[in-house]
């Protein structure tokens, strides 16, 4: 079955990167988008972005540009997010989902806490 | 962006009755539309697409309806398992938005 599985959950220091991985099985992972989704208890769900594995095309919300980048490695179906120079505010639970626009499937979530 | 309001914000209701949950968009959507469930710890799960498509393997007690701007979810017979946030989501324009979310518990 289609399954998810993301990387476990990240304490970083403000001003710092990440990158979080979702490691993708059950169906090809060149034929589906995969998008990410952030949600916070403040903000709620919001959508930063996608990535089409075949080609590597992205679209970003351009609240997010800038901040998070989106790559994928085919040898190894998986999906990447990097989140550039954390603050506060970007800690949250980032979900990987497949789909474009609606998201069909969703990963268990990665934790981010940005503290010093 | 499309703004989605979302009502209630939370709701209580016994077993076996029918809830509706309601999302109004910004501006006509064009039944670009899907809810999600998410159960406490969980990740969201898809229930509808389209408005009114019900996902695979999504219960038949769950449906979708609506057009233009609004759209709601109703659950009949609620069961237990029903506990759980319901989002709604528009996919018509960019950015994706998402409506806050509306809380279900049982009575």
């Known amino acids: 079955q289609v399954q998810l599985q993301q990387c476990g959950a990240e304490l970083v220091k403000p001003g710092t990167p990440v990158k979080m991985s979702c490691k993708v099985s059950?169906?090809?992972?060149?034929?589906?988008?995969i998008s990410w989704i952030k949600q916070t208890t403040g903000q709620g769900l919001e959508w930063i972005g996608y990535i089409y594995p075949e080609s590597g095309s992205t679209g970003y919300n351009e609240k997010f540009k800038g901040k998070a980048t989106l790559t994928v490695d085919k040898s190894s179906n998986t999906a990447f997010m990097q989140l550039s120079s954390l603050a506060a505010g970007d800690s949250a639970v980032y979900y990987c989902?497949?789909?474009?626009?609606?998201?069909?499937?969703w990963g268990q979530g990665t934790l981010v806490t940005v503290s010093s | 962006d499309i703004q989605m309001t979302q009502s209630p914000a939370s709701l209580s209701a016994s077993l076996g009755e029918t809830v509706t949950i309601e999302c109004r968009a910004s501006e006509d959507i064009y039944n670009g539309l899907a809810w999600y469930q998410q159960k406490p710890g969980k990740s969201p799960q898809l229930l509808i697409y389209n408005a009114n498509s019900l996902h695979t393997g999504v219960p038949s007690r769950f449906s979708g309806s609506g057009s233009g701007t609004q759209y709601s979810l109703k659950i009949n017979s609620l069961q237990s398992e029903d506990v759980a946030s319901y989002f709604c989501q528009q996919y018509y324009n960019y950015p994706f938005t998402f409506g806050s979310g509306t809380k279900l518990e049982i009575k």
């Open positions: 059950g169906y090809t992972f060149t034929s589906y988008v």
């Open positions: 989902a497949i789909g474009w626009a609606r998201f069909a499937y």
